[in-house]
């Protein structure tokens, strides 16, 4: 497990801080103490850890003042710190815990006792990681993971390089609202090795950073463990638009239309990208609506081809995959024309057919009709069409 190093190393500075107008005030600096017992606290979240600590002493005599906390934080090896000033006693923020967490807190003092000015404590600070165990190379690779449609969670992982062969990982999950961290309920397996995580349904799971490690174990060697956060939103990948289909209104405007992809996305969460062929210029465009009018570059083009594909925006995310490209969706000038021109020619053809036919048969009944009153046989008969 992890362990906490805890190191203060400004001591207690001398704390003068004494009622205001004693004859030590004018003459002497005022002074606090940094915050005491600062410590940074994994509650075994998987990158969410608490950052803690105590009042200074000695701050009984600054009740005129008032005491703040300015914390510094980071992943060891990264650019910047975050600062949040606080009067509060703890704060909570989640961390790389592939890396280690370094951290700093001071005590600000402001008020009649400091006659006005700011007074800053020595720096209290703190580190923690956790016990870096096996070799890096025993690490999962490619870790992968997809939230399909915002709905189905998929990760997938390859096993570390050169692992002994009894070597397998497991996964573990957390986010804001689970009670502590589980471990992956239906694995993707390879010959018995784990390689990917079906997740079962998450309960409000986006919008949030979900915390994920794959530790692995063997009785030859021991496993790197790695560790991942991202938030759901911000991985989705969409299903393809479908039902396709190109208007041409005139020779000049089209309209292409499509449906937006089935499932819990709002309709407002989407961008489309459309790959729209006219003869053999191609041509992409996104737009954020589900259809798009578009001007043909000749009123001579026989064939328009589109197809779209649909990704999360700006609006409902930071980020997010493609979906696959829908199915193409075309409109061939020339077929349609030759089409329409078969329709035309069948339809006179039939239609002198039928008229020849009915012509014929009423000649027919009248000629029957004078058979019969000449003769007054009864000729069975058939009916007629008309
Ligand atoms: C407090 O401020 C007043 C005027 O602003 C100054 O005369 C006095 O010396 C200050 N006292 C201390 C302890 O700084
Ligand atoms: C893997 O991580 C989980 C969650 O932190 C922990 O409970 C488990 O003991 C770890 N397994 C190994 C082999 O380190
Ligand atoms: C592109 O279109 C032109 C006519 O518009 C045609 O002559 C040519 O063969 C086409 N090229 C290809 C690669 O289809
Ligand atoms: C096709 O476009 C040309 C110019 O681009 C125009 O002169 C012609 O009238 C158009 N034909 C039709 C049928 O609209």
């Not at 870790?143 to 969670?153: A, F, G, V």
């Not at 490690?213 to 911000?234: A, D, E, H, M, T």
Request: proline residues 4%.
């Amino acid at each position: 497990m992890a362990f906490i190093r805890l190191d203060i190393r400004c001591l207690y500075a001398i704390l003068i801080c004494t009622a205001f107008g004693s004859p030590l005030s004018s003459t002497t600096e005022i002074k606090v103490n940094p915050p005491q017992d600062f410590e940074i606290v994994d509650p075994g979240y998987l990158g969410y850890l608490y950052l803690q600590w105590q009042p200074p002493l000695f701050l009984d005599n600054c009740k005129e003042c008032t005491v703040e906390y300015e914390l510094k934080y980071r992943n060891i090896d990264s650019e910047n710190w975050k600062t949040i000033i606080t009067k509060n006693l703890h704060y909570k923020d989640g961390f790389d815990l592939n890396k280690g967490v370094e951290a700093k807190i001071h005590t600000l003092l402001q008020g009649q006792c400091t006659n006005g000015s700011e007074v800053q404590s020595l720096w209290s600070e703190a580190t923690y990681w956790t016990s870096p165990q096996g070799n890096l190379e025993t690490k999962v690779r490619g870790m992968n993971c997809i939230y399909y449609n915002w709905q189905y969670l998929l990760c997938s992982w390859k096993l570390g390089m050169g692992v002994h062969f009894d070597t397998n990982y497991n996964l573990f999950y957390w986010y804001e609202g689970l009670a502590h961290a589980l471990q992956c309920a239906d694995y993707i397996k390879v010959n018995g090795k784990n390689i990917g995580c079906r997740f079962l349904y998450l309960e409000s799971p986006d919008y949030k950073d979900f915390y994920i490690c794959v530790n692995g174990s063997s009785k030859s060697q021991l496993i790197r463990p790695s560790y991942f956060i991202f938030q759901l939103q911000n991985i989705v990948k969409p299903l393809p638009p479908d039902y396709l289909s190109i208007t041409v209104k005139n020779s000049e405007e089209i309209n292409l239309e499509w449906n937006i992809p089935k499932g819990p996305i709002p309709a407002k969460c989407f961008i489309y990208e459309i790959k729209f062929t006219e003869d053999n210029t191609t041509w992409v465009t996104t737009t954020f609506e589900n259809e798009i009018y578009v001007t043909r570059k000749s009123n001579k083009s026989q064939q328009l081809c589109f197809l779209v594909r649909s990704r999360m925006n700006i609006y409902c995310s930071d980020d997010g995959i493609w979906s696959e490209w829908s199915d193409i969706q075309c409109w061939r000038g020339g077929i349609q024309k030759e089409i329409l021109f078969f329709l035309i020619t069948f339809s006179f053809v039939l239609f002198f057919v039928l008229l020849i036919t009915c012509l014929l048969m009423m000649k027919q009944k009248a000629l029957l009709k004078m058979v019969f009153h000449t003769k007054k046989e009864v000729f069975s008969h058939q009916e007629t069409l008309c």
